[in-house]
């Protein structure tokens, strides 16, 4: 049970991170977004709810909190334990690439290993640097933000079939001032696109039936459409690689990614070699493939 007035006693910013600690490791939460452990979410939560950066000077620590404050941090740690919400939807805020973005439970929180593809410029398969991009299934727009960060001149087409995720992903292109290069689009796959793009990132659904059955509590907070892509997990993906090149420009290629439905990929395409590139930062389950290499296996698809 949470009592507030039981947080009256304790008094500095590491008090709450200890408490929030323990509390973590007594109910065996799950940590998957932006954390892997109790201790860092612990910072985390307790940081982000005080509006202080994660590396704040040590001697802040002990600085004493006051009533208002507590009560809050309360609440907070009261979110996170008893109804498992993560902490990234309790701040409204997470991170992709360094840079922060506003999220609520209409997206998934960003986490996709696309982010060191990006951070490499999407070497070694990018010849030039790229005019037009597109960041289908969207969510929150943080693969395509973070892509127009990365090349300043080009134009990026931020697509979702969810009203309430383009609302998001509206918000963060504000807040990142990229009106001027962003296109938020609602779109059902390729549905409502017109032209051809030099990179597709995408990140869509792919969580197959069986994991969705068992998903962890913490998870179920996110939006099924982001998650759920039938018995396999590829619904979505085999619309992408079916249609993807019809959408990429000459010497193109699209980054997809379908994390645990990875295996299942395979099976399903066994006479298709699929180029999955290694990550130093962790994640898998992101493939590439030019738009020659999606023409030449269009009839397997």
């Given at each position: 049970?949470?009592?507030?007035e039981?947080?009256l ?6 008090d709450?991170?200890?408490y ?9 939460l799950f940590?998957g977004h ?6 860092d ?8 709810s ?10 802040m620590?002990d600085a004493r ?6 009560l ?5 740690i ?6 498992r919400i ?5 701040l ?13 439970q209409d ?5 996709s ?14 010849e030039?640097p790229p005019l037009r991009?597109?960041?289908l299934?969207?969510?929150?727009g ?19 079939i ?11 292109v504000?807040?990142?001032?990229l009106?001027d ?14 032209g051809?793009?030099?990179v ?21 907070h996110?939006?099924?459409l982001?998650?759920a892509?039938?018995v396999d ?7 992408i690689l ?9 010497g193109g290629?699209m980054?997809c990614?379908v994390g645990?439905s ?9 006479e ?10 962790g ?5 590439v493939m030019?738009?020659?290499?999606l023409?030449?296996?269009r009839?397997?698809?």
């Amino acid at each position: 049970m949470f009592e507030p007035e039981s947080f009256l006693q304790l008094q500095t910013i590491r008090d709450f991170i200890r408490y929030a600690w323990s509390r973590f490791n007594q109910e065996a939460l799950f940590f998957g977004h932006g954390t892997d452990n109790a201790w860092d979410e612990a910072v985390h939560l307790v940081l982000g709810s005080l509006h202080l950066p994660w590396d704040v000077d040590a001697n802040m620590l002990d600085a004493r909190l006051v009533d208002h404050e507590k009560l809050a941090l309360a609440e907070a740690i009261g979110k996170r334990v008893l109804q498992r919400i993560p902490t990234p939807y309790i701040l409204g805020e997470a991170w992709f690439m360094g840079l922060p973005f506003h999220i609520t439970q209409d997206v998934l929180i960003p986490r996709s290993p696309i982010a060191e593809l990006l951070e490499h410029e999407l070497q070694p398969w990018l010849e030039q640097p790229p005019l037009r991009i597109l960041d289908l299934c969207c969510g929150s727009g943080c693969i395509g933000i973070a892509a127009a960060h990365v090349f300043p001149e080009a134009e990026v087409v931020l697509a979702d079939i969810s009203p309430l995720a383009l609302d998001v992903a509206r918000r963060n292109v504000a807040r990142h001032h990229l009106g001027d290069r962003c296109k938020v689009v609602e779109s059902d796959m390729f549905d409502a696109l017109q032209g051809e793009f030099d990179v597709i990132l995408t990140n869509p659904p792919y969580v197959d039936k069986p994991d969705m059955d068992s998903l962890p509590p913490e998870y179920l907070h996110e939006p099924e459409l982001g998650l759920a892509s039938g018995v396999d997990g590829l619904d979505a993906a085999r619309i992408i690689l079916a249609r993807a090149a019809d959408f990429l420009s000459d010497g193109g290629f699209m980054v997809c990614e379908v994390g645990n439905s990875m295996e299942a990929l395979q099976n399903s395409y066994p006479e298709i070699m699929f180029i999955f590139p290694e990550f130093e930062k962790g994640g898998d389950g992101v493939f590439v493939m030019t738009k020659d290499d999606l023409l030449g296996c269009r009839e397997l698809l």
